[in-house]
């Protein structure tokens, strides 16, 4: 199984590196084998690490009932962003930086204390968030056509791409997460929105599972670390020349553009 991992890491490091998509890994393992598609996440993990990045927080994935049942699965995923996928708000993301981008509109919960609990309610994320932020998470895959299982994106980072956070920042005093409003703009024209309770039924609920799932796993999530909680509507996809906001009630806008000639 040890070569295996190792192979499908390899698959998506020569995607990731030719900026080619590579076929699906899952053939590679047996059906359905979440542990071993986190052990290629890691992997990855700690070749990033050792280029030099640093890890900054982590993703929640699959927070859409109706992905979940696309996907066949009960439950999210996650994956971990680095210093080096961080974007300025209102900042450009060169051509050729991503594979097949999508972007989807999303809270960020920046920690202002540790998470090492294995049963983490919602309480408990309450007391550590130090502040909201509204964000732009730009989803990428390196497998091709996004043909993926729940084994393809897990192992390839949760499809993890970029992330922009707004410039604006709130606490839990000011912004009730599951209460919250999206609309996603391309341009002018309104091409996704939804609500704080397409997130899992709240926002807070998805950083529950996460800050569990990863304190049982002995990772568990620190202070300063950011959290992406997960889409509030469909993504959408992107091409040279997209501008992206996101306006999120309570919390503000964020926005990105492709670069390029618009189509």
């Excluded at 210093?83 to 050729?96: F, K």
């Amino acid at each position: 199984m040890n070569a295996v991992v190792h192979k499908a890491a390899e698959l998506l490091a020569s995607a990731t590196a030719a900026g080619t998509p590579c076929p699906p890994i899952r053939d590679l393992f047996a059906d359905g084998d979440l542990d071993a598609a986190y052990a290629v996440q890691q992997l990855t993990t700690e070749r990033v690490l050792a280029a030099g990045h640093r890890l900054v927080g982590r993703k929640i994935g699959l927070t859409s009932p109706a992905v979940q049942r696309q996907l066949g699965v009960d439950q999210p995923d996650f994956g971990a962003l680095f210093s080096d996928m961080a974007l300025d708000h209102d900042g450009t993301i060169p051509i050729g930086r991503l594979l097949q981008p999508k972007v989807e509109a999303e809270i960020a919960l920046v920690l202002g204390a540790d998470l090492p609990g294995p049963d983490c309610s919602i309480a408990d994320v309450r007391a550590a968030t130090a502040f909201l932020a509204p964000a732009l998470e730009i989803v990428d895959s390196r497998i091709a056509g996004w043909d993926i299982t729940i084994v393809d994106t897990i192992a390839d980072n949760a499809s993890s791409g970029l992330f922009v956070l707004g410039d604006t920042h709130k606490t839990l005093d000011d912004v009730e997460p599951a209460e919250v409003e999206m609309q996603l703009h391309r341009g002018t024209e309104l091409v996704s929105q939804g609500t704080g309770r397409d997130c899992l039924g709240d926002p807070l609920n998805a950083a529950a599972w996460l800050a569990t799932t990863l304190a049982r796993r002995g990772e568990p999530l620190r202070a300063g670390d950011i959290v992406l909680t997960g889409a509030l509507g469909p993504m959408v996809p992107a091409v040279p020349g997209d501008a992206f906001t996101a306006r999120i009630s309570g919390l503000g806008d964020v926005t990105i553009t492709f670069a390029g000639e618009a189509a």
